[in-house]
């Protein structure tokens, strides 16, 4: 049974001089393939460092809307040289958050930046791993506009039921992570058991959000098998299944 961590950041501070033991402890978990995603130019450049570095490890590319700034042709050529590597499959983590950010100038540059990397995505023929935080409006109705042609997951998801048919519409996938498992999970499970498991990745966004039994400790990608083990729980059926059908959904959406 082989499991794909579809959304990590062993490129994160947290892991430093340890992302070896990281991605063996996930291998020993039957997590055989993991993707960094970045979220600013340096850690971007660190996931693209360890996909070459390590066999089954692959990295996408980007900006975060927490780190948004204005994008120029230097930016783009250097997010576009990056995907020219093997092993990077994605412009991510990409989006919209507006939970931190309360200022409508500093959202529109969000919006802006979010357009920008679309639009790149579009011209390089990638999908994109998509970040939304208390900005579901703006966030589906920017792909709706300006999202056509372009394939994706909305990564940890966290919006309603009439939200998940619309991206299901569109084709896209949903990621769900460690809230999944929480006791305070809401609407998430009602979510997964009535989604297509064809259109669910599972995710850790390692080192944030460990799921349950590891609440509190450092979440790593060899933890993703929790998440999985929910999903089959909530789905009522085997591990395997989800094992399956899931790494499945992450080679036909990255091209692994």
């Known amino acids: 049974m082989e499991l794909v961590d579809t959304h990590t950041h062993l490129n994160d501070a947290k892991f430093s001089g340890h992302e070896q033991e990281a991605i063996e402890r996930a291998r020993k978990n039957g997590v055989t393939r993991i993707i ?6 340096e850690s971007s450049a660190k996931a693209v460092e360890l ?7 692959y990295a996408g590319v980007g900006i975060h809307p927490e780190e948004a700034f204005p994008l120029t042709s230097r930016e783009d050529e250097r997010l576009a040289a990056w995907t020219q590597q093997p092993r990077v499959v994605a412009i991510g983590e990409i989006g919209l958050d507006y939970y931190w950010e309360k200022d409508q100038e500093k959202r529109q540059l969000q919006q802006q930046v979010f357009i920008h990397q679309l639009d790149l995505a579009r011209q390089l023929h990638l999908p994109v791993c ?4 208390d900005a579901h409006g703006d966030t589906l109705a920017i792909l709706k506009r300006e999202g056509k042609g372009i394939r994706g997951v909305m990564h940890c998801f966290s919006g309603s039921w009439e939200m998940a048919q619309e991206l299901l519409k569109m084709g896209w ?8 498992t929480f006791k305070n999970a809401a609407k998430l499970p009602e979510i997964v058991q009535k989604f297509p498991l064809e259109r669910l990745l599972v ?3 390692a080192p944030y959000m460990a799921p349950v039994p590891m609440r509190g400790k450092q979440n790593e990608p060899a933890y993703v098998r929790f998440v999985a083990e929910k999903v089959a729980e909530i789905k009522g059926i085997s591990m395997e299944i989800v094992a399956k059908q899931t790494s499945q959904n992450a080679e036909e959406l990255y091209g692994l």
């Open 130 to 133: 998509v970040h939304d935080r």
């Open 203 to 205: 995710e850790t966004d």
């Open 36 to 41: 960094n995603m970045g979220d600013t130019l």
């Open 51 to 57: 996909a070459a570095a390590y066999e089954g490890v």
């Open 173 to 180: 996938y949903i990621g769900v992570d460690g809230p999944l």
